[in-house]
């Protein structure tokens, strides 16, 4: 079957496909959720070793054909992963709700034209649940970076924020385009996310979102200018709210670390 356009397909090469399920490191015990599942080329090896797999495919041609396979412990479901209610499918499939004592782990070939969308995803369901162990997720190489980026580089940004206060991200393979059939125009990386509890206290999940996002709206400001959109709808001076959590308004959103945007995110919160 040929990669569709549409859907972003781009197929693993068998070496790969090897390297990456020895990465994942299935034990007996392990449920999989795999997003993209295509061809099936990584699910046949994870399923081979895993207690139970279910596989997401928005391409109703090739889950038709992995559903026909009927690998014993793989459950397919075909829809948009970003379009369904992921909680009550995977209860269904566990046999109960996730959270802390009904964990899954989560595998992914993602299309990079929505690979952001899918990550800002697997973020609420793993904060909301508490259910998600981990994920290994390809990615292209430049989404990656941002992922594993440190404060004050130029790929720090919204992406680095979001997923460092929950998960610890690692680099766990580099490839290049020739890995996969057809061939995309970009170098390609696999991470793994750790998931755990909050690196510091945020008291309110949405103001932290909603203020981190809105600081590198326009990154190349000052914390204070970035900021102005954000603290006048509030009704409060940006100036003095960095003040008041111990922040120079002149310092760049890029150099502030985890600590620093909890506290001004819980200075913007005091009434």
Same mark, same amino acid.
């Given at each position: 079957? #040929?990669? #569709?356009?549409?859907?972003?397909?781009?197929?693993?090469? *068998?070496?790969?496909?090897?390297?990456?399920a020895?990465?994942?490191?299935? *034990?007996?015990?392990? *449920?999989?959720?795999?997003?993209?599942?295509?061809?099936?080329?990584?699910?046949?090896?994870?399923a081979?070793?895993?207690?139970?797999?279910?596989?997401?495919?928005? @391409?109703?041609?090739?889950?038709?054909?992995?559903?026909?396979?009927?690998?014993?412990?793989?459950?397919?479901?075909?829809s948009?992963?970003?379009?369904?209610?992921?909680?009550?499918?995977?209860?269904?499939?566990?046999?109960?709700?996730?959270?802390?004592g009904?964990?899954?782990?989560?595998?992914?070939?993602?299309?990079?034209?929505?690979?952001?969308?899918?990550?800002?995803?697997?973020? @609420?369901?793993?904060?909301?649940?508490?259910?998600?162990r981990?994920?290994?997720?390809?990615?292209?190489?430049?989404?990656?970076?941002?992922?594993?980026?440190?404060?004050?580089?130029?790929?720090?940004?919204?992406l680095?924020?979001?997923?460092?206060?929950?998960? @610890?991200?690692?680099?766990?393979?580099?490839?290049?385009?020739?890995?996969?059939?057809?061939?995309?125009?970009?170098?390609?990386?696999?991470?793994?996310?750790?998931?755990?509890?909050?690196?510091?206290?945020?008291?309110?999940?949405?103001?932290?979102?909603?203020?981190? #996002?809105?600081?590198?709206?326009?990154?190349?400001?000052?914390?204070?200018?970035?900021?102005?959109?954000?603290?006048?709808?509030?009704?409060?001076?940006?100036?003095?709210?960095?003040k008041?959590?111990?922040?120079?308004?002149?310092?760049?959103?890029?150099?502030?670390?985890?600590?620093?945007?909890?506290a001004?995110?819980?200075?913007?919160?005091?009434?």
């Amino acid at each position: 079957m #040929r990669a #569709r356009k549409r859907f972003a397909q781009h197929f693993l090469e *068998s070496a790969w496909v090897n390297k990456l399920a020895a990465a994942v490191a299935v *034990s007996p015990e392990d *449920s999989i959720l795999e997003i993209g599942p295509g061809r099936g080329a990584i699910t046949r090896p994870l399923a081979a070793q895993a207690k139970r797999l279910l596989a997401i495919e928005v @391409d109703r041609d090739l889950a038709a054909d992995l559903e026909a396979a009927a690998l014993p412990n793989v459950t397919v479901v075909t829809s948009d992963v970003l379009a369904v209610d992921l909680v009550p499918i995977i209860t269904g499939w566990l046999g109960a709700a996730p959270g802390p004592g009904s964990q899954f782990r989560v595998v992914g070939n993602l299309p990079y034209n929505i690979s952001s969308p899918i990550l800002f995803t697997l973020l @609420d369901l793993a904060a909301k649940t508490g259910g998600v162990r981990d994920a290994m997720l390809m990615l292209q190489k430049e989404v990656a970076d941002r992922l594993v980026a440190k404060v004050g580089t130029g790929d720090y940004g919204v992406l680095t924020v979001l997923t460092g206060l929950t998960a @610890d991200v690692t680099r766990v393979l580099s490839l290049p385009p020739g890995a996969f059939r057809p061939p995309p125009k970009v170098y390609s990386a696999v991470v793994r996310l750790a998931f755990r509890p909050p690196k510091v206290a945020i008291a309110d999940q949405d103001l932290f979102v909603r203020m981190v #996002r809105t600081m590198f709206t326009q990154r190349r400001k000052t914390i204070a200018n970035a900021l102005k959109p954000f603290g006048y709808d509030r009704g409060l001076a940006p100036n003095v709210v960095l003040k008041s959590a111990g922040i120079d308004p002149q310092r760049r959103p890029e150099t502030l670390d985890l600590a620093e945007m909890a506290a001004l995110a819980a200075a913007f919160s005091r009434p």
